[in-house]
């Protein structure tokens, strides 16, 4: 009898911690990168979330007058989509434009002349708070 007990106040035990676990948090949002590179050494990363909507880019632009850019060596973020998200695109070399912090639509770009035909490597965020989903890395070319 004594068993029977104890294995009964155990599956109540089990059934109530069961039943007060907190729920599973929300999966964190997802987006989806699309890469397009050109021959010149420029590229494009096109971001888009769960539902398919694009949310924004980031892209690298080799020569004047591409994608944006009036001098060229241009990296380029762009946020298009009012979510809460950012764009960040990061260069090897250490360049950053992002529009963290600002209300969309909002890009940054940032400059300066590069060595011509060394090839360079692109990342592309997402960022909010502490979270950030990237992009794998692109090359690119000045």
Known sequence: MRAASVGAAASALAAGLLLGAAAPQA???????????FTNGSAVVTVSNGSGSTVGSGAWAA???????????????NDTLKDGYGIEAHLSTGRIASTRGHNSPYTDKTTGNLPEGNTYYMTVCVVKGTFEDCSDSVAVRA
């Open 27 to 37: 999966s964190a949002a997802s987006f989806n990168f699309f890469t397009v590179q």
């Open 63 to 77: 020569d004047p007058g591409e994608l944006g850019s009036s001098t060229g060596d241009t990296l380029i973020a």
